[in-house]
């Protein structure tokens, strides 16, 4: 029994590290889909079957509730997910634009995300929603998520340390103007659970007032509300949970993510579909 939760990568940690923090004696089941990574620039029709065949893998090792970890499996399946199991209480990440909309001062708001998820109709579906409270000014994010993931195996690797800020650079200056006056963007949604792992890199290039703003504490916060309602949340265990972690790629990468980002020292499994 446990917790299903997939990205395309190691950026899930960073949902995986809200779950923890929210459901400590719960147990949690990790997969790193790396070896068919990424998603963002890819179509739509790979991240759905990707997404399947992660789903059937999780249910077939029993868990009890699925946390989909991206923003870009959100946008693309989260619908089929749902209509396949119905009984199986499933649990999605989307850009954060709500929140942020709810507390920008300037009604500019900068949204950093893959390219499939900005292109998604359920994306589109939501920034048309909020057209009237806000400018959401929409940056897709190519090779950003990709740099990160690369980064994570050997931060002391120049030439990857390097290529993140390079992106970060290019993306935050085709955004526009950072800051707290008429016109600037105050408020930049990570749209992509990888993002949240360059934080500081972005902090750095944006200025100290932008707020950043990533959903993993509310989905973590939503997952406890729906495993309330449909099963027993274990809470009156006081054991630690156990986190199983897996890679569909490199077990070295998501390793080394999780060492560095949940100070967690387990071994991790490969999977070969
Ligand atoms: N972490 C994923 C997301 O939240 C996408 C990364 C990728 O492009 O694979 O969108």
């Keep these: 029994m446990g917790v299903g939760v997939f990205d395309s990568g190691v ?7 809200a779950l923890r923090a929210e459901l400590p004696h719960h147990n949690f089941i990790y997969i790193a889909d790396s070896g068919h990574a990424p998603y963002g620039e890819r179509d739509q029709a790979h991240v759905i079957a990707r997404s399947r065949a992660l789903t059937a893998h999780l249910l077939g090792q029993g868990v009890q509730a699925l946390v989909i970890a991206c923003n870009t499996a959100t946008a693309a399946a989260i619908d089929v997910l749902r209509s396949e199991h119905p009984q199986l209480p499933i649990i999605g990440v ?13 009604r500019r708001i900068g949204v950093m995300a893959t390219r499939s998820t900005l292109g998604s109709s359920r994306f589109r579906a939501l920034l048309g929603s909020l057209a009237t409270q806000a400018e959401f000014v929409l940056q897709p994010c190519d090779g950003l998520a990709d740099a990160i993931e690369r ?32 016109g600037e963007i105050d408020t930049l949604v ?4 990888h993002y949240p792992f360059a934080a500081a890199v ?31 949340t274990g809470e009156s265990d006081s054991a630690p949970g156990r986190i199983s972690l897996f890679s569909t790629g490199q077990a070295t990468h998501l390793r080394a993510a999780a060492q560095r980002w949940l100070q967690l020292d387990g071994p991790v499994g490969t999977l070969h579909f």
């Design 11 to 17: 950026g899930g940690l960073s949902v995986l590290r």
């Design 151 to 182: 980064g994570v195996a050997n931060t002391a690797n120049p030439p990857t340390a390097t290529e993140i800020i390079a992106a970060c650079a290019r993306h935050t200056r085709a955004l526009g103007q950072f800051g707290l006056k008429d």
């Design 190 to 193: 990570l749209g992509c659970t």
């Design 202 to 232: 972005l902090r750095d290039l944006i200025g100290p007032d932008v707020q950043l703003v990533d959903t993993g504490e509310a989905v973590a916060r939503q997952t406890r509300l729906r495993l309330a309602s449909a099963v027993s």
């Design 94 to 106: 989307e850009p954060a634009l709500k929140p942020a909309a709810a507390t920008s001062k300037t």
